[in-house]
Nanobody, 126 residues
Framework: QVQLVESGGGSVQSGGSLTLSCTAS????????LAWYRRAVANSREQVAA???????TYLDSVKGRFTISRDYAQNTVYLQMNSLKPEDTAVYSC????????????????????WGQGTQVTVSS
């Protein structure tokens, strides 16, 4: 069982920045994929970014160039640096962990992820 706890959400104005953190209860070097998802009101969950164990990253098209996913093995933490935030980035952001993935391509898929955090709210005002 892996527990994930997010932090760093809040309210910012358009153009601002936030860094989300997700700390795992286990050694994340043993986790094959880590990801950030978001869900806005009345929308479905979408993957914002993911990183595989060997460092391959993937991003939602609308956040490319603005968001960066990274990890710190010493802290067992995965981060999401969010710059140039827009009102449409407003959502509850959750991190997810996949102990095992069949291929790197699977890091894009929701069913890959077995463990989920509770989420942290990000609100961007115009």
């Amino acid at each position: 069982q892996v527990q994930l706890v997010e932090s760093g959400g809040g309210s910012v104005q358009s153009g601002g920045s936030l860094t989300l953190s997700c700390t795992a209860s286990t050694d994340i070097s043993s986790i094959n994929a880590l990801a950030w998802y978001r869900r806005a009101v009345a929308n479905s969950r979408e993957q914002v970014a993911a990183i595989s164990r060997n460092g391959v990253t993937t991003y939602l098209d609308s956040v490319k160039g603005r968001f960066t996913i990274s990890r710190d093995y010493a802290q067992n933490t995965v981060y999401l640096q969010m710059n140039s935030l827009k009102p449409e980035d407003t959502a509850v952001y959750s991190c997810a962990a996949a102990p095992w993935v069949p291929t790197t391509q699977h890091i894009r898929l929701i069913p890959t992820y077995r463990y989920w955090g509770q989420g942290t709210q990000v609100t961007v005002s115009s």
